[in-house]
């Protein structure tokens, strides 16, 4: 294996395959936000295209097919947590986290909470209800944008993170943190689903414990994981064709055969699937990076915004989809539905790109100060 160019005292070598991961998580999140009418069924609302023709079924798969991105941010966050503090914190470390968090994290919560919050009505034509009281009722369960729920997620996880590294220091919890997340989200799952329904789920850290606690038995066994990775990659996808083929056949088969499955057989397929279609996608990063500079080369800027592209891309989608209305004919919505999702894309990339570079241009202007280095939502 090729030497790796030492790095600062306390500071760990960057995982660059990361990025190639959170391009294809953040394509998926893209994806799935550009053809929800196409995934939703009739009792939730008008179904285009055609319910059951070759563009809705293939719409449909794509869509379901690209659920695993949630829970591959989840994961990545674990992973990078968990590699970058583990030997190195303590009650310092633990304030410079919580510190970074506030104005990496939560000060952008806050400040695109309430972009969406006048936006979204702005833009349905809807007289705004500029209230202080009702802004932060909204807040607290990220119900100003329908992708800000990952944000509440991942603060779960930020808040429980010191807690969980006070137990890395014992080989017990460490070998046991796979099956210790899984206990945990799917004794929530069972809880919720067979005795006492609870609410906001899908936006509570024990639905996702187990993608986390993955991420960070990556995080902390990294070294041993990339010089294996070649036998770990063609596990992991074998499991993923498996995994991902069941959950979508399932899917296919309820849809429009009307067979019935238990809903844990989702569950448990989607969580099989998420994390081996992470391990092989940290592997393929890893042979791209190497191999085919120039794809990777594409991919990395996805990456390497992906936080910003999230915040930003419902903006563009919004809009696209409001000032320009489908049309009527099959090959031209297949045509729309393409235009759209690259538009958001790609229009969030580059306003990403523009953000920090006039953020740089600032704060190259001020004093020169002990500055910490770059922090992203994934870490």
Do not use: C
Request: net charge positive.
């Amino acid at each position: 294996m090729k030497q790796q160019t030492p790095t600062p005292l306390g500071r760990k070598m960057r995982i660059n395959e990361i990025d190639i991961v959170r391009a294809v998580a953040i394509i998926a999140v893209v994806l799935i936000h550009s053809t929800p009418e196409a995934a939703m069924y009739s009792w939730q609302g008008t179904v285009v295209p055609d319910e059951g023709s070759l563009s809705q079924i293939v719409m449909f798969t794509l869509n379901r097919l690209s659920q695993f991105a949630v829970p591959m941010f989840i994961l990545i966050s674990g992973l990078v947590l968990f590699y970058r503090y583990s030997g190195n914190w303590s009650f310092k470390t633990a304030v410079q986290f919580y510190y970074k968090r506030l104005w990496s994290v939560v000060i952008p919560y806050l400040v695109w909470s309430f972009i969406y919050y006048i936006y979204n009505p702005w833009l349905a034509g809807v007289p705004m209800n500029l209230s202080a009281g009702d802004f932060l009722e909204k807040i607290k369960w990220a119900d100003t944008g329908y992708h800000l729920y990952f944000m509440i997620i991942i603060f779960q996880f930020y808040l429980l993170f010191p807690l969980l590294m006070t137990f890395v220091r014992y080989k017990w919890f460490r070998v046991s943190m796979i099956p210790l997340g899984l206990v945990i989200q799917l004794g929530f799952y069972s809880y919720h689903h067979w005795f006492a329904e609870v609410e906001h789920t899908a936006s509570l850290a024990p639905t996702y414990f187990a993608y986390f606690m993955a991420g960070g038995f990556l995080g902390l066994y990294y070294n041993t994981f990339r010089s294996k990775i070649k036998s770990f990659t063609a596990a992991a996808f074998v499991v993923m064709l498996i995994s991902g083929g069941a959950n979508i056949a399932m899917y296919l088969l309820n849809r429009y055969q009307g067979q019935m499955f238990e809903n844990t057989w989702y569950v448990v397929t989607m969580l099989v699937y998420a994390i081996s279609t992470a391990v092989v996608l940290l592997g393929a990063g890893n042979v791209l990076l190497k191999r085919l500079p120039r794809i990777s080369g594409w991919l990395l800027p996805l990456g390497a915004y992906s936080f910003g592209i999230y915040l930003v891309h419902p903006v563009i989608l919004s809009a696209f989809k409001h000032k320009i209305s489908a049309p009527g004919n099959i090959l031209s919505y297949n045509l729309y539905v393409l235009v759209s999702f690259l538009t958001a894309l790609l229009g969030s990339l580059i306003a990403a790109f523009l953000y920090r570079k006039a953020a740089q241009s600032i704060k190259r202007s001020k004093p020169k100060s002990a500055a910490g280095g770059r922090v992203t939502a994934g870490g």
